[in-house]
């Protein structure tokens, strides 16, 4: 084992760049974010393509949600995700080096959005999100340091909307992605404790459009669907090792997602929601990791399904102020017993969510939500080469998410006196 060197061992154990694309444990199925909105945290993102309500999150999930804007209106919201997996090295001769520990990282993400009415049938917004995201860590020293020490992946999205109301009942719209993104993977060049480290590290901009439509059929109902295309990123970066570094290239190819809402009356102050989402992760197969020169280095095979999350919710209005929330969801996640690895502890997983929003004015609210994210029995990670290793992950997360939503403009106040 002693006599691998940095590159050989970053290689296989570089599901680095693959394995990193695979999932963040305990956040959303792969390495996709969720969480991209307070009002939709509260109740499991349930109807969160729907529109129909007063936040402008949904642009995220279906751009048709900018139709709802009456003047100007914009939103802020903030989310900390606090994820345990726990690793247990379970067998291999690598499980007397010891176990990962907890290799969940707390994390922060922002996401903004703001919308303009133009004219009685088109209005213009803008969203910023990080849709894809991932932070593990386990301990330095650990039987399986070869396969992980760190994994980071960052991204930032900006969509500018277009949207169009047809009529009263029928609205549509269409977005361009532009994305940054970013991964850096570090692990061991050898199982000894206190060995050197191995850096995997690249990023790209890359170009993608969203497009939606939502009807309101009958009054009180509200149906959305919304589209998120794939994105190519051609990665370039450096494979840094004891040895000579290396630069290196990658085609990755993000998945794109479908999203259906309905947001349906129940009576003047009970509404139900329910939602569905499909994520194209299959068509994440082989990822070929090359030199600059295009001499191969590796070939990444992952061999995903695809993900489905579900998800029902209920909002309450307590008062003209106060609205309450609550939601319940399933994820099956694109990783299974098969493609898991150490960097990737995702399995499928319950969502239990509430929240709430205090309406101060008729320009300016709050929102608030929660959710406890679930992974029912032990994750099972096993690796055949370069050194059989296998370990059980037990995860779950809290999140906390928090918004603020304001308005601008409307019809001009009364004038205190009336000439006549």
Do not use: C
């Amino acid at each position: 084992m002693s006599g691998i060197s940095g590159r050989a061992v970053l290689l296989p154990g570089a599901v680095a760049l693959g394995a990193l694309l695979a999932a963040a444990p305990a956040l959303a199925g792969g390495f996709a974010l969720r969480e991209q909105s307070a009002v939709g945290q509260g109740m499991s993102f349930a109807g969160a393509a729907a529109g129909g309500g007063d936040s402008l999150s949904g642009m995220f999930w279906n751009p048709a949600v900018v139709n709802q804007v009456e003047h100007f209106q914009g939103e802020q919201v903030v989310t900390g995700v606090f994820p345990s997996s726990k690793v247990d090295v379970t067998g291999g001769p690598l499980a007397p080096f010891g176990d990962g520990g907890d290799i969940g990282e707390s994390a922060g993400l922002t996401a903004g959005y703001s919308a303009y009415r133009i004219t009685d049938q088109l209005a213009v917004g803008l969203s910023v999100n990080t849709p894809f995201g991932l932070a593990t860590d386990p301990d330095k020293n650990w039987g399986g340091q070869i396969y992980a020490r760190s994994s980071r992946v960052r991204s930032v999205n900006a969509t500018p909307t277009v949207g169009y109301k047809v009529n009263e009942w029928f609205s549509i719209a269409a977005g361009v992605q532009i994305q940054w993104f970013d991964i850096r993977l570090r692990q061991a060049v050898s199982p000894a404790p206190g060995a050197e480290t191995a850096t995997l590290k690249g990023d790209d901009f890359g170009v993608g459009f969203t497009a939606g439509f939502t009807v309101a059929p009958m009054e009180g109902t509200s149906i959305g669907v919304g589209f998120r295309s794939k994105i190519e990123h051609d990665l370039k970066g450096d494979l840094s090792t004891p040895a000579p570094d290396l630069k290196i290239k990658a085609k990755v190819t993000l998945p794109e997602t479908v999203t259906v809402g309905l947001r349906q009356k129940v009576t003047d102050d009970l509404t139900a929601l329910v939602g569905a989402e499909w994520t194209n992760w299959s068509r994440l197969g082989t990822v070929d990791v090359k030199t600059r020169g295009g001499a191969p280095v590796t070939a990444l095979p992952f061999d995903y399904k695809d993900g489905w999350f579900v998800s029902g919710g209920l909002e309450y209005a307590w008062s003209p102020e106060f609205t309450l929330r609550g939601g319940v969801a399933y994820e099956w996640s694109p990783i299974n017993d098969k493609n898991r690895t150490v960097r990737l502890p995702d399995d499928d997983r319950w969502w239990f969510s509430a929240g709430g929003s205090y309406k101060y004015s008729e320009k300016l609210a709050f929102d608030l939500g929660y959710s406890f994210v679930y992974v029912p029995g032990k994750s099972k990670i096993t690796v055949a080469t370069p050194v059989p290793f296998a370990a059980e992950a037990k995860s779950d997360v809290h999140i906390v998410s928090a918004s603020v939503r304001y308005k601008f403009g409307g019809d001009a106040p009364a004038a205190l006196v009336t000439k006549y």
